[in-house]
C-alpha cells in the first residue's frame, strides 16, 4: 500500500533529509516511524502525502507512483490519505459537525451523503452527541478524536498521523491507538509518526526507526 524504493530527498547540497529509505507496508498494516528530531520522520510523511517529491528513488501509494504524478492529480491522491496532526488543527469558528465535514465539502458530497459519513465517524470515535458543540467546549482527547473522525470521514485507504498522543496523557494515548488498530482491523493501512517510546513498545507493531536520514530498523521490501 505504502512502498519507498532507494528514496532520497536531498534539500540542498548539505541538507540529506532522507537518504536510500526502503520499506513496504501492506494494506491493513499498523507500523509506528520514530527517530530522533530532524531524523526525516515530517519529511517521510510530506513524501507520502506529495507536499515533497523525492530527488532520487520512487514513492508508491496504493499502486500510484508518486514522484511523475501530475499535479492537477494531487488532490485525488490526497482524498485517499487520512491525516491526524499532533495539534489536530480544528476550526473554532465551527462546529464539530461542520469540522468533520470539511473533506467531504472539498469532494462534493451531497448533504445527505455527508450527514450520514460525518455521523457515522463522529460514532466511531465516540463523539456522536457532540457533533453541534464548538471543539472549544471539548476536552484535549476529544478534540484530537475530532481530528481522527475528519481524516477517515472519507475513508480513506492510508492514515498518517504526526505525533497524535504527543499531548495527551497515557490513558487518552492508548484510547487513540485502539482507534488506529480498529482502522486497520478493517483494511486501512495506518503509519503514527511518534517520540513516544512506550507507547511503541507497548503495542508490540512493526516499528520503522530513522536516524540522521537512513532507515536503521524496521525496513524491507517483503513488509517484515
Known amino acids: 500500500m505504502i512502498e519507498f524504493r532507494q528514496v532520497t530527498k536531498r534539500y540542498d547540497s548539505d541538507h540529506i533529509a532522507l537518504r536510500a529509505v526502503n520499506f513496504h507496508l501492506d494494506r491493513g498494516e499498523l507500523a509506528f516511524l520514530t527517530g530522533h528530531s530532524g531524523a526525516g520522520k515530517s519529511t517521510l510523511l510530506k513524501l507520502i502525502m506529495v507536499m515533497e517529491r523525492p530527488t532520487a528513488g520512487e514513492v508508491i501509494v496504493g499502486g500510484q507512483k508518486l514522484n511523475s504524478l501530475p499535479r492537477r492529480q494531487i488532490p485525488y491522491i490526497r482524498r485517499h490519505i487520512g491525516v491526524v ?116 513498545n507497548e503495542m508490540n507493531r512493526r516499528t520503522l526507526t530513522l536516524n540522521q536520514g537512513q532507515l536503521v530498523a524496521g525496513g524491507g521490501v517483503s513488509g517484515h
Open 85 to 200: 496532526f499532533q495539534n489536530h488543527q480544528l476550526l473554532f469558528d465551527r462546529t464539530v459537525f461542520d469540522n468533520v465535514a470539511m473533506p467531504l465539502e472539498v469532494m462534493g458530497a451531497s448533504p445527505e451523503d455527508t450527514g450520514r459519513r460525518v455521523r457515522a465517524a463522529l460514532d466511531k470515535v465516540g463523539l456522536l452527541k457532540k457533533e453541534k458543540m464548538n471543539p472549544m467546549q471539548l476536552s484535549g482527547g476529544e478534540q484530537q478524536r475530532v481530528g481522527i473522525a475528519r481524516a477517515v470521514v472519507n475513508k480513506p485507504p492510508v492514515l498518517l498521523a504526526d505525533e497524535p498522543t504527543g499531548n495527551l496523557d497515557p490513558e487518552l494515548s492508548a484510547d487513540i491507538m485502539r482507534l488506529f488498530t480498529q482502522f486497520s482491523q478493517v483494511g486501512v493501512t495506518v503509519l503514527v509518526a511518534t517520540h513516544d517510546i512506550a507507547l511503541i
